[in-house]
């Protein structure tokens, strides 16, 4: 299986300042074929589903605020909420789906308020 | 967008099965795929297999062959996750998904089904 290895464990973070969240995977995530990669990123609020933030790394989801953005390519991916606010205290998550057969996902990273 | 509800919570004896529905409204259920992710208390995301309705196939993590079995049903746009041979380390929220129409990301989720294994 893909292992995908998430940093930092957990941040604190003053409101409006930058949150940075990275994702390193233990192989590459980019298809040659169609240059994507394979990375999703999810944003989990206690007692909640997890809900789907951005898709091929850094195309974001229908209604996601733009505060919210995806970057990286290959082994190495970060997610980057650019001014925290309170409703963005969460656990967030990165997921492969470029092994079909073994989808995994990131250890998750909780972002608290400073 | 497609919304999916799931099945209540359950209570499971050690060495039972248990079998968790999922069913989705608001879109044609039979073009997408549903794969089930379980989450363990105050733990991460583990996926456990998914299904296609249309094709009928499935895939599943080894982690869990040959003890988890995905269906689902048409008729209801109604899809199952079954887990048998239960231990405590199954007690966790066990999350249905839809994926993503051309990758295996997850657009929406289910509010989730706890089910707790103990004696």
């Known amino acids: 299986d893909i292992v995908l290895t998430q940093s930092p464990d957990s941040l604190a973070v003053s409101l409006g300042e930058r949150a940075t969240i990275n994702c390193k995977s233990s192989q590459s995530l980019l298809y040659n074929s169609n240059n994507r990669n394979y990375l999703a990123w999810y944003q989990q609020k206690p007692g909640q589903p997890p809900k789907l933030l951005i898709y091929?790394?850094?195309t974001r989801e229908s209604g996601v605020p733009d505060r919210f953005s995806g970057s990286g390519s290959g082994t190495d991916f970060t997610l980057t909420i650019s001014s925290l606010q309170a409703e963005d205290v969460a656990v967030y998550y990165c997921q492969q789906y470029y092994n079909t057969s073994g989808l995994t996902f990131g250890g998750g990273t909780k972002v608290e308020i400073k | 967008q497609v919304q999916l509800v799931q099945s209540g919570a359950e209570v499971k004896k050690p060495g039972s099965s248990v079998k968790v529905s999922c069913k989705a409204s608001g879109g044609p259920f039979s073009t997408y795929a549903i794969t089930w992710v379980r989450q363990a208390p105050g733990q991460g995301l583990e996926w456990m297999g998914g299904?296609?309705?249309?094709?009928?196939?499935?895939h599943y993590t080894q982690n869990f062959q040959g003890r988890v079995t995905i269906t689902a049903d048409e008729s209801t746009s109604t899809a199952y996750m079954e887990l048998s041979s239960l231990t405590s380390d199954d007690t966790a929220v066990y999350y249905c998904?839809?994926?993503?129409?051309?990758?295996?990301?997850?657009?929406?989720w289910g509010q989730g089904t706890l089910v707790t294994v103990s004696s």
């Open positions: 998904a839809k994926e993503g129409g051309t990758a295996r990301y997850f657009e929406s």
């Open positions: 091929w790394a850094s």
């Open positions: 299904i296609i309705p249309i094709f009928g196939t499935t």
